[in-house]
């Protein structure tokens, strides 16, 4: 099946720095990619919806400012936590669906947990 | 009101056992129906998808659709203990129009299959 790679699994970082989280598919090329976030015990949120060559699609309430996401090919898509605080602490997943499978199911990456400190 | 229902248990079940996972939705543009399974601190697993309403099989996993009553089900048949995770209802509309690829997700279910 399709892999989605996420990278890195897990960073701590300290308030006010930035954390770059990068997702790649790996044997498939994908024009848009999505970002979740996940608190524990709790579901997948949809954040952005990134798009290859262009800008990225927000959710209602997600700071664009603040979490900046940059497509940069077909097959690689980053999300960056600017000037991050304790409450941007939480899993970041990504996800995608190959270009020749409009219809089908999306790939989830393995996440990121992110700690701020 | 949430647009996708799911009870979070937590479900524990003896070895062996059926076990029945639920969801219920209110947006009727939702067309295409995923289960996936998701380990602690791991990305979710896909596990079944279906379009449309009736029921696909693939080895102990049976996934049910009523489109009509806006209700889909997980069936898992000899529940091992390697089951034990969260599992999540996905869903989403068709890749036509805004909904595009957007997956709206359950709570998700934690279930725990002991020996």
């Known amino acids: 099946g399709a892999v989605v790679s996420q990278h890195p699994s897990r960073v701590i970082c300290k308030s006010g720095t930035s954390v770059k989280i990068e997702c790649r598919s790996l044997?498939?090329?994908?024009?848009?990619m999505f970002w979740y976030r996940q608190f524990p015990k709790q579901s997948l949120m949809l954040m952005a919806t990134?798009?290859?060559?262009?800008?990225?699609?927000?959710e209602q309430g997600v700071e664009k400012d603040k979490f900046l996401i940059n497509h940069a090919s077909l097959t690689l898509s980053t999300l960056t936590v600017t000037s991050a605080h304790p409450e941007d602490s939480s899993f970041y997943i990504c996800?995608?669906?190959?270009?020749?499978?409009?219809?089908?199911?999306?790939?989830f990456g393995q996440g990121t947990r992110l700690t701020v400190v | 009101q949430k647009e996708v229902e799911q009870d979070p248990g937590p479900l524990s079940v003896p070895e062996g056992a059926i076990v029945s996972l639920n969801c219920t939705y209110s947006n009727s543009a939702f067309q295409y129906f995923m289960w996936y399974r998701q380990y602690s601190r791991k990305g979710p697993e896909l596990l079944m998808y279906t379009y449309s309403s009736g029921n696909k099989e693939d080895g102990r996993f049976t996934a049910q659709v009523d489109k009509s009553s806006k209700y889909i089900s997980l069936f898992i048949r000899d529940s091992q203990p390697s089951d034990s995770a969260t599992y999540l209802c996905a869903m989403r509309g068709n890749a036509g129009g805004t909904s595009y690829g957007k997956l709206t997700f359950g709570q998700g279910t934690i279930l725990t299959v002991h020996p």
């Open positions: 044997d498939f090329q994908a024009t848009t």
């Open positions: 990134s798009n290859e060559g262009s800008k990225a699609t927000y």
């Open positions: 996800s995608a669906n190959p270009l020749r499978h409009m219809n089908t199911e999306a790939f």
